[in-house]
């Protein structure tokens, strides 16, 4: 029989290969960050890619490894790319460089490297960073704002002042923030009108983002670099609970379409909770992973402290996820389940 040829020929999976096409997904929605939002974010990827490969360089070079298989596999580049998108985009060019070489150095390496960190390094450099600097963590752009690019860049790095005019809160913070300060017959329906801040559904400018992290995404499942039961649960969980409080009391909590399109909602299901290392690995597993990540982030949103919960939501499910993989493990061929 020959099993040179399909169906029988198993195509060879690299990390370059899973790595590359991760980032290639992202694209979309950085085009449209850039258009709606502005040019900073480019060079916020230049900052903590740049930072990336050299925490990662001086690591492997203590660690006693050679640099160039790692240096060039792109895991490095995407966890760079997750930490600048899920930081503001104007934040001081050196918190990116912080939190990017907290999750090269701290989250990644001194847990043994590459596909041995229990947590999503992005998300515990986001963790740490807006515990740590929660003012500068909750600068995003004042969505009036028009700055060019050398403009933006100079805020970055410093050469221009950092005025509060410049800087406003995120439509889910802008929500929480109006919900706690009304009176209690507030009407979530009535804030979420003003288009200025929330735009058509979920945020202005925002909303695309999320959109084309969902196209990024989906074309990730269809080249098979990610599964559907992590993403599927997660948005699944998110718009099942946020459905249910908004049909109970419309008044009072906004409608899944808002949930799901706002904050990191897309990029988290897509790109964040989907880490292969970090994530659960059994079927049944990714479900649960998924859906309690989901649940969790809607809860920190709603009941927490912080305004956009998929950071925490994922790590506390990193947490779980060697009990999650121990009670979802399918049963081994020719046995029963509970032999």
């Known amino acids: 029989m020959d099993f040179s040829s399909p169906p029988y020929a198993l195509k060879e999976a690299s990390v370059t290969r899973v790595m590359t096409r991760v980032l290639l997904a992202l694209v979309p929605a950085i085009a449209v960050y850039v258009s709606v939002i502005g040019p900073a974010i480019l060079v916020q990827l230049g900052v903590a890619s740049a930072v990336a490969l050299a925490g990662e360089a001086v690591m492997l070079r203590i660690r006693g490894k050679p640099l160039a298989p790692f240096l060039t596999d792109g895991s490095a580049v995407v966890t760079a790319w997750l930490v600048a998108l899920v930081f503001p985009p104007l934040a001081p060019w050196w918190l990116v460089a912080v939190g990017v ?12 490297g590459l596909g041995q960190n229990p947590f999503n390094p992005a998300m515990v450099a986001f963790a740490v960073c807006i ?9 995003w752009p004042n969505q009036g704002l028009q700055l060019g690019f050398a403009e933006q860049a100079g805020i970055i790095f410093g050469f221009l002042p950092r005025v509060d005019a410049l800087t406003a809160a995120t439509p889910l913070d802008a929500l929480k923030t109006a919900l706690k300060l009304s009176e209690d017959n507030v009407n979530v329906a009535s ?5 200025t801040v929330y735009g058509h559904f979920a945020g202005r400018g925002w909303e695309w983002i999320a959109l084309a992290y969902l196209v990024g995404g989906l074309w990730m499942w ?34 899944p379409l808002f949930h799901l399109f706002s904050g990191s909602a897309m990029l988290g299901a897509f790109f964040i909770a989907t880490d292969p290392v970090s994530s659960a ?18 809860l920190i949103r709603v009941f927490g402290g912080y305004p956009d919960g ?19 493990q399918p049963p081994i061929f020719g046995m029963k389940d509970g032999q």
């Open 101 to 112: 070489l907290f999750a090269i150095v701290i989250a990644k390496h001194l847990y043994g």
């Open 131 to 139: 515990v740590s600097f929660p003012a500068l963590m909750s600068q």
């Open 191 to 195: 804030l979420l009108a003003d288009q």
């Open 222 to 255: 269809q080249q098979r670099v990610i599964t559907w039961q992590i993403p599927l649960a997660f948005i699944g969980a998110l718009g099942a609970i946020s459905g249910a409080l908004w049909l109970y009391h419309p008044a009072q909590f906004a409608s």
């Open 281 to 298: 690995t059994t079927p049944r597993g990714k479900l649960v992973f998924g859906a309690g990540a989901g649940l969790l982030a809607y």
């Open 310 to 328: 998929v950071a925490f939501a994922v790590l506390l499910m990193n947490l779980c996820v060697p009990l999650i993989d121990l009670y979802t």
